[in-house]
């Protein structure tokens, strides 16, 4: 069989969907966090569909064995819902063709995850899934949108650079260097950098630069051995992070890229405040309900001044 190379077009994303969603708690003790509504689609939706804008085509997700609700919904429609809406009309046929459409956006593959806790256990357990081929690393409680897709941008970083691509946007606040990794470097280009200082959390006085990881990674088959490699360094009851495998990159001498993202606004979904102000941004561009939400919001803001 003829070996694929690590610079080929990406057309692979690995998305890791194993956690609790202990943040969101009471509703994710049934209902699995990355299929809570942004209005009438589950958050892993709206980050496949800006993978497979970006010409993904096979999407690996890292589940466990109670996540049965993720991937049932990927997978083929009730019949007895489809027989429902089937013979409802026009308006509940175009309901259902856009349904069926859910399992064939990209091709689909679920693998559970391997013992062991960190944003590098997923890719570890994703490997056979892999071969010899670049894939995008990106989560599934975050999301960018706006008139430049995240992924292309960092795909089109990749091929320039023919190197791993870390995706973020610049953070300043305080308890931004508490919640991201950030990286520092020196600028190849405007909005790229080439990363020398990584730093997972690192609080504000000891941040490398200000571009926070928010975006994902696009990375060379060539990540795994050095994430394999983390994993043995790994002290006992410490998690993996992803991140760790770049780092060794980077002293190993291998050029890693920072990829400012530009053109789009960041969504997060991973806590019980985000998540809301997720969904109402939303809600507010949804095509069917939102000019009537923004009325609503702007009496509601009003009401409660």
Do not use: C
């Not at 003829?2 to 969907?17: D, E, G, Y």
């Not at 305080?174 to 020398?196: M, N, S």
């Amino acid at each position: 069989m003829q070996q694929v190379s690590q610079f080929s077009h990406v057309t692979k994303a690995v998305i890791p969907a194993a956690g609790y969603g202990t943040r969101m708690l009471p509703i994710t003790k049934t209902v699995s966090k990355e299929i809570l509504p942004l209005v009438d689609k589950p958050i892993i939706q709206q980050v496949v569909e800006e993978l497979v804008e970006a010409g993904i085509t096979d999407i690996i997700i890292v589940t466990s064995s109670h996540k049965a609700d993720l991937v049932s919904y990927f997978s083929d429609i009730d019949p007895g819902l489809a027989a429902h809406l089937a013979k409802s009309g026009p308006a509940k046929a175009a309901i259902l063709d856009s349904l069926e459409k859910i399992k064939t956006i990209a091709n689909f593959a679920f693998v559970e995850q391997q013992p062991g806790y960190g944003t590098g256990m997923p890719v570890l357990s994703a490997e056979p899934y892999l071969g010899n081929e670049p894939f995008v690393y990106t989560f599934a409680d975050d999301f960018f949108m706006g008139h430049k897709n995240s992924f292309t941008q960092m795909i089109a970083a990749y091929k320039k650079y023919k190197a791993p691509v870390w995706g973020g946007q610049r953070r300043t606040a305080d308890v931004d260097y508490t919640r991201y990794g950030f990286v520092g470097g020196h600028e190849l280009e405007p909005g790229i950098i080439a990363i020398k200082q990584l730093a997972e959390h690192p609080g504000k006085h000891d941040a490398p630069g200000d571009l926070a990881s928010l975006g994902g990674f696009v990375v060379t088959p060539e990540v795994l051995p050095y994430l394999r490699a983390a994993k043995e360094q790994l002290q006992p009851g410490k998690e993996l992070y992803f991140n760790s495998a770049l780092g060794l990159m980077i002293e190993d001498g291998k050029r890693v890229v920072g990829k400012y993202i530009e053109g789009a606004t960041y969504y997060d979904t991973g806590n019980k405040l985000d998540y809301m102000k997720t969904v109402v941004a939303m809600g507010a561009r949804h095509p069917e309900i939102g000019d009537d939400f923004q009325q609503f919001l702007k009496e509601f803001a009003k009401e409660i001044e």
